[in-house]
């Protein structure tokens, strides 16, 4: 699967960016999509991920009730659309896909997107 994540840009604190993940060569319904960021001078963490049905989605704390995850298989792509942006939600991120269960360990994703900066300031 190659993956190519989309939408970043330079916005405001309590603004919004849709971040998308498009996907081509395997089937992108047989994969767990997850979310990852990484801020200048720390570890990448883990966002959220959606499974293949889109019948489980998962966040971490930090954005749970301000960022939604969705996929549209049929589109092969999934989406990211993060609202009431914070200073501290700025970084890279990352879309990655897997078959594995675990969901939020990064080091069981097998493909990844190129990344795509989130800057959130005034």
């Known amino acids: 699967v190659q993956l190519q994540a989309s939408g970043g840009g330079l916005v405001q604190p309590g603004g919004s960016l849709r971040l998308s993940c498009v996907a081509s060569g395997r089937t992108f319904s047989g994969y767990a999509i997850g979310w990852f960021r990484q801020a200048p001078g720390k570890e990448r963490e883990f966002v959220g991920a959606v499974r293949q049905s889109a019948g489980s989605i998962f966040y971490t704390d930090s954005v749970k009730g301000r960022f939604t995850i969705s996929r549209v298989n049929r589109e092969n792509t999934a989406y990211l659309q993060m609202n009431s942006l914070k200073p501290e939600d700025t970084g890279i991120y990352y879309c990655?896909?897997?078959?594995?269960?675990?969901?939020?360990?990064?080091?069981?994703?097998?493909?990844w997107g190129q990344g795509t900066q989130v800057t959130v300031s005034s």
């Open positions: 990655a896909a897997t078959k594995s269960v675990r969901l939020s360990y990064s080091e069981d994703y097998l493909y």
